[in-house]
């Protein structure tokens, strides 16, 4: 048992205090999606479906956020270990470039050709023209999100968290009152129903904007990255920027494209398919960000250990957070059974969408213990530990190969039950949790930047 737990107070203690903000942050930004699709689903199907599939083309977006901003973690969390701070200013200046012209492009097919966008994932025609309005009101979200996303990320792997949290929160009450004034029309405003949850999620975002770059940018004391370091040679990182985050940019990138095309195999089964699947997915999100925060904590910590040079220790607290997160699993797979059955009962939906959203929820308990497992291991112990490439492969060779596959052949052409089709287009955890797990033991892992 001593060789599965570190006895290292101090360890729990930065475990924790790196994990909270991050679970609190992810509770805000899941709370206020159960709202806006609460609010929505008293209007029907319709528009809690097209507001769904838009925001699976934001999450794509957002993935590569992730991607930017967890690629450059990698580097800025082994140089902050060990005090390197010009090179975690390099870091940041090529995170902020590339992820700037990924929003703005972004940005242009969101706005220009939203329609072709929303017949990816279903052909429904009321469900395509309500997401391309939601679209188009949503262009600005791109960029102000993609840099609030990746300096949050830059934050985090210097082990500030206090400043995010609370822009989230704000954020929060931002969003779910804006969307509650435009979706029903108070205050004299109109009725705008999903165009009004659009319009409550930009005005959210730019509030979050202000707080995180303004902090960034002129209140920050570690890194003390100004606008002026924009403007500043990278030329001499840009050779390890592209060996190891790079492979974090495409992993993320993948995995967000893999989940799209999930996505799609959901919107051509049926239109209540899509709306069960909303609802639960929620639920799941709701209950696992513990395992989130631990999965992000472990690459923080991993990252400062491996830069620091103390290997020993980054195997050891790595063993014990592998153990933390099949525990969580456990925990998150029993609150999703507790909780979720109220949720499903909250909404007005069809009796069939229920039906579909309960054996989703089944589904969901049993694989979220993967879930937890995967998300520590890749996400945090072996990407922080610099194994960037081999991440890259499991997390979305897995996914594009065989869930994506198996679950298209299994919910559309042979028509499986909903429980079924869903632990079929979540086979890949499965795999990785395995190849992970033997990847850890090998130690092949740790590559110092």
């Given amino acids: 048992m001593n060789k599965l737990f570190v006895r290292n107070k101090r360890f729990y203690w930065l475990l924790i205090s790196l994990a909270l903000p991050v679970v609190f942050q992810n509770m805000i930004t899941i709370g206020v999606n159960i709202v806006d699709t609460m609010m929505l689903g008293s209007y029907g199907e319709i528009q809690l479906s097209a507001s769904s599939l838009a925001n699976d083309f934001i999450n794509l977006f957002q993935f590569l956020c992730m991607g930017v901003g967890s690629g450059a973690a990698v580097l800025t969390s082994q140089y902050y270990g060990r005090q390197d701070f010009s090179n975690v200013k390099k870091t940041v200046t090529l995170m902020l470039r590339f992820i700037t012209l990924i929003a703005v492009f972004c940005m242009l097919l969101a706005a220009v050709c939203p329609a072709a966008i929303m017949r990816i994932y279903i052909q429904d025609p009321q469900v395509v023209a309500m997401g391309v309005l939601y679209l188009r009101i949503s262009v600005p979200t791109f960029i102000l999100h993609g ?11 210097i082990r500030d968290v206090k400043i ?15 969307n ?7 205050f004299g405003a109109p009725e705008m129903q999903i165009a009004g949850a659009a319009l409550g999620t930009v005005l959210a975002r730019i509030v979050e904007f202000a707080i995180i770059a303004g902090y960034f940018f002129f209140r920050e004391r570690h890194i003390q990255y100004r606008i002026r370091d924009l403007f500043c040679s990278v030329r001499d990182l840009i050779p390890v920027y592209f060996r190891f985050s790079v492979p974090v940019i495409f992993s993320d990138f993948l995995l967000g494209t893999g989940n799209s095309m999930v996505s799609v195999v959901i919107g051509h089964i049926s239109t209540s398919f899509v709306a069960a699947n909303s609802i639960v997915t929620m639920i799941q999100r709701l209950s696992s960000v513990m395992t989130q925060g631990v999965g ?10 491996v830069g620091n040079g103390e290997v020993e220790k980054a195997v050891e607290e790595g063993r014990t957070m592998i153990v933390l997160s099949f525990l969580l699993g456990l925990v998150t797979g029993g609150i999703i059974l507790l909780i979720g ?3 499903i009962n909250a909404y007005s939906i069809p009796a069939q969408t229920r039906d579909i959203a309960m054996q989703l929820l089944a589904a969901i308990s049993l694989m979220v213990v993967f879930q937890s497992l995967q998300s520590v291991l890749t996400k945090g112990i072996l990407r922080g530990g610099g194994d960037t490439r081999y991440c890259m492969i499991v997390d979305a060779g897995f996914l594009w190969l065989v869930s994506i596959p198996f679950g298209w052949i299994g919910g559309v052409m042979i028509g499986t039950s909903a429980f079924i089709t869903y632990i079929l287009l979540k086979l890949d955890w499965i795999i990785k949790v395995v190849l992970c797990l033997r990847r850890f033991h090998s130690r092949v892992w740790i590559k110092k930047v």
């Avoid at 609370?166 to 969003?175: H, K, L, P, Q, R």
């Fill in 296 to 305: 992000q904590a472990s690459a923080v910590l991993t990252g400062n250990r």
């Fill in 341 to 343: 059955p109220a949720i």
């Fill in 180 to 186: 509650w004034v435009f979706i029903f029309g108070h």
């Fill in 164 to 178: 995010p949290l609370a822009a989230s929160i704000v954020s929060f009450f931002t969003n779910i009152f804006f």
């Fill in 147 to 157: 840099i609030t996303q990746t300096l949050t990320l830059t934050l985090r792997s």
